[in-house]
Nanobody, 124 residues
Framework: QVQLVESGGGLVQAGGSLRLSCAAS????????MGWFRQAPGKEREVVAA????????RYADSVKGRFTISRDNAKKTVYLQMNSLKPEDTAVYYC?????????????????WGQGTQVTVSS
């Protein structure tokens, strides 16, 4: 069983930055593909960014390219999402997810384990 705990959400003004963290409680964290997803009120959950097991391959949604950066520290069993130049449309609950498929690149069905989510609110 994999448990994921997100942190770092909050309220920020447009143009500001936040860094989300997701700590995993699994011995073999380094073999999991990891992803960040978000869900805004009234909208479907969507992929934000994904990173493979080694950290060498990443993928971003078009809406966040150039503003968000996903990274991981396998020694700390943690994945991060650095969010810069935030916009009001980035407001959502952000979820961390883990896939036993180490090369998973953001296809939602590949992610078996999910965190509880952290709220990000960007004011205009």
């Amino acid at each position: 069983q994999v448990q994921l705990v997100e942190s770092g959400g909050g309220l920020v003004q447009a143009g500001g930055s936040l860094r989300l963290s997701c700590a995993a409680s699994v011995r073999t964290f380094g073999s999991y593909g990891m992803g960040w997803f978000r869900q805004a009120p009234g909208k479907e959950r969507e992929v934000v960014a994904a990173i493979n097991w080694s950290g060498f391959n990443t993928r971003y949604a078009d809406s966040v390219k150039g503003r968000f950066t996903i990274s991981r520290d396998n020694a700390k069993k943690t994945v991060y999402l650095q969010m810069n130049s935030l916009k009001p449309e980035d407001t959502a609950v952000y979820y961390c997810a883990a896939s036993p498929t180490g090369q998973a690149m953001g296809v939602m069905g590949e992610y078996q384990y999910w965190g509880q989510g952290t709220q990000v609110t960007v004011s205009s």
